[in-house]
């Protein structure tokens, strides 16, 4: 059920990068990995089920949201009660996420992979966790509703919704943070607390020898750990962060490349531009023109 997308929904992936689909009742009491080539949304809005992603499995209730990576083979396993799920499809490779507000736009990319390449170990599977369900489930049923019924400006309107559930979702994170299981030992409390303070701090002038007196690890062993742990290298991480940054500023029409990279935190436009087309594939230029279209 939830690997085959009814033709509507590719209709609307395609024009928009967005589907929307609702599953009541959903019982799954048996494993069937699946994947998707887009990213995936599972909103969970009544039930108890496990979500299953490779060698790990999370408590899903009523009400929580798993962003899945692209291509990440995954599962949801529900008791006989099943549960109701709205799932999200998106297109991000091909359609630009809704322009959020300045202050949101650093926790966006923790929440939303914006590429492929940027997949690590740590946000295959990305969760929120919700007290009350209405809020998001009525900004998804409006969407899903537009999308079915077509009336005029319903693409305008679908897209606005969407950018409202972003809000809402971005605003939750950054009061009550990402859902995660506690690190099983203090190298992993370190590690957890070096990467959101690099996720928060990205811009800054960062040293080996500064990060591993904030973690306190030595430097050799920091750098084998947090590979481990994310299976990214410390700096290749920290760049990723910086270039993810970069592609939300570059949606907006004023400020300068230059400009940007310098706030990213990078201090040599061309490395910036190099770096920037390795991990996207286009240059920043590129990037903005498709962006803006």
Do not use: W
């Amino acid at each position: 059920m939830f690997t085959v997308l009814r033709k509507r929904h590719l209709s609307s992936l395609r024009t928009l990068g967005l589907a929307v689909e609702y599953f009541p009742g959903y019982v799954n009491r048996k494993v069937r990995m699946h994947s998707l080539d887009v990213v995936l949304l599972s909103f969970v809005v009544r039930g108890r089920g496990r979500h299953i992603i490779g060698t790990e499995a999370f408590e899903e209730t009523g009400a929580s949201l798993a962003v899945t990576h692209y291509g990440q083979q995954h599962d949801i396993l529900t008791d006989g009660r099943g549960m109701d799920v709205i799932n999200v499809y998106l297109d991000l490779q091909n359609h630009p996420l809704p322009t959020l507000p300045r202050e949101l736009q650093s926790v966006l990319p923790l929440l939303l992979p914006l590429h492929p390449k940027f997949q690590h170990r740590l946000n295959r599977i990305v969760r929120l966790e919700f007290d009350d369900p209405r809020p998001l489930a009525d900004l998804l049923f409006s969407i899903q509703r537009e999308l079915d019924t077509r009336e005029t400006g319903y693409e305008e309107f679908a897209l606005m919704l969407f950018k409202l559930f972003l809000i809402q979702c971005c605003r939750h994170a950054m009061q009550k943070g990402f859902a995660v299981g506690e690190p099983a030992s203090q190298a992993h409390r370190s590690l957890k607390e070096l990467r959101d303070f690099l996720d928060q701090h990205y811009a800054e002038p960062h040293t080996l020898k500064s990060l591993a007196t904030r973690s306190r690890l030595s430097r050799t062993y920091l750098c084998r750990a947090f590979k481990a742990y994310t299976g990214k290298r410390l700096f290749d991480y920290l760049i990723e962060r910086r270039i993810q940054a970069a592609m939300m500023s570059l949606r907006g029409r004023g400020e300068k490349v230059l400009g940007i990279a310098l706030d990213c935190g990078f201090n040599d436009l061309s490395y910036f531009n190099r770096k920037f087309k390795q991990l996207v594939g286009v240059t920043p230029s590129q990037y903005r023109c498709r962006s803006l279209e």
